[in-house]
């Protein structure tokens, strides 16, 4: 079986893979695959396709969908339990020397396009330093993996993976035009020398210019070691969706794609039908037919016959309503599959917490894959870690949580001001008044209750005292009460 034979599972989902990049890259990317997405109509030829084709609407639903929700799950920070001395490293963490922000935003973006995300924590030698990565793989280039029963567990003890690497003996090679190659890269759990334990090996492998068949590059192959001690498993993570195993998983957006496109069909056909109909056509009798007829104001049809008509046929375009109610139905498909801000807005009408009970059906998946890919991460983390010879019991520390508040909550003006006259009036205690402020999302990020207290505290003699008339709140919003011609307070606005 050759080195870079594909697992039977990859064969099964990279269609669903290629579809997923396309919607996501948007139009260009849609409309360059021709008749995979868009069929030809009968007895089109590619002159007209390609006219069909341009004059079709591709509606990026998919790729803002993306976009909203990795806003929704970093729209707060994460938390990373992390020892203090040593986040120096976390500037520095990837293959390509990014931070961990990076690779965390990189992580989520891949599961939530195409469900599928590989962890590696390497190590790069360079003379007497070392330094250890992770190193990312999409779901493309994690090609073949097989796992085994080792001491009553399934342990992973092969992941085959695709990579591109600069081949320095090419022609022509430069800076300015490398000459790019795959190689394979062989990560396998091997049994060690006692025959009882299994180690850690890795091989690349690069096809040879002379038969292009695949070879083992004999100086590449090693057996990575930490502390100088073999590991006895392979460093690497699945990332899927909802779980962090071998088996590949449908995308979580593979519904919406689907509809995606056919929804862009369905554009392709409403604007082919309205592109032929949307103009009336002259009929004419009793003309001379050898001659060419312009229409216009500046022309007249002049014909000595009395019998001769001119006419127009003209079409409703009733039979493009069915189209234009397809494509609003899709795209309402589309909004309950993940895309809601496509939805015509009701916030001006809907009440805040019936906004927040539609929105909570994304927050399910999203959920699911960022509690995943917090439970893989942490792990990856800890390898690392480990390879930076920090202590166990820092190691063991280590722990990432990204956001699961993906719904705002943050109180409006109304609520504030309710807040603030129940506070004047002695009916809330600053506790739930500033608990409340916090649970609204008013106070800053990362600060306290006990926090924003003691800045009350300290900036109380310069800001006015709120109780009496007028003043500043802790967030150095100005209110003043608003009284009626007896001077009695009805109310209180913000200045």
Known sequence: MPIDSKHREYEDAKNWWMRCRDVVDGEDAVKAK???????????????????????????????????????????????????????????????????????????????????????????????????????????????????RINGESTLVMVALQELYD?????????????????IRLLQLVPAKTGTAYQYKQDVFRKSDDNDKWMRVEDMTVFPTRAGVPLDFI????????????????????????????????????????HFTALPTAVLSGFDPKKTYKIGSGTAWVTSNPQARAQFLEYTGQGLGALRELKKDKEGMMAVLGARFLEESKRAVEAAETHRLRSSADSGTLEAITGTIDEAVTTILQWHAEWMAMSPQAVKGIQLVLNKDFVSTRLGAADIIALMKARQAGEL????????????????????IEQEKDLIEVDGNDQGDITQGAGMTPLKRQFELVRDQDGKATGIKEA
Request: aromatic share 8%; proline share 4%.
């Open 235 to 274: 460093p690497f993570k699945f990332i899927n969706a909802d779980n962090d195993e071998t088996e590949i998983n449908k995308p979580p957006l593979l519904d919406m794609v689907d509809v995606n496109l056919s929804h862009y069909r369905t554009s392709a056909d409403l604007e082919h039908g309205a």
């Open 429 to 448: 205690s600053q506790d739930s008044f500033l608990h409340n402020l916090k649970e609204g999302e008013i106070l800053p990020d990362g600060r306290t």
């Open 34 to 148: 021709n008749i995979r997405y868009l069929p030809m109509l009968g007895g089109q030829n590619s002159g007209e396709y390609t006219a069909y084709k341009t004059r079709a609407l591709f509606f990026g639903a998919t790729s803002r969908t993306v976009q909203g929700l990795l806003g929704a799950v970093f729209r707060k920070d994460y938390t990373l339990e992390y020892p203090e001395s040593k986040k120096d490293v976390l500037k520095d963490i990837t293959e390509e020397s990014s931070n961990i922000d990076v690779l965390l935003r990189n992580t989520v973006r891949e599961v939530l396009e195409v469900g599928r995300l590989g962890l590696l924590v390497d190590v790069t030698e360079d003379g007497e330093s070392s330094r250890a990565y992770i190193a990312q793989y999409t779901a493309e280039n994690i090609i073949n993996w097989s796992t085994q």
């Open 167 to 183: 081949d320095p003996n090419v022609d022509g090679h430069d800076a300015f035009s490398p000459k790019e190659k795959t190689q």
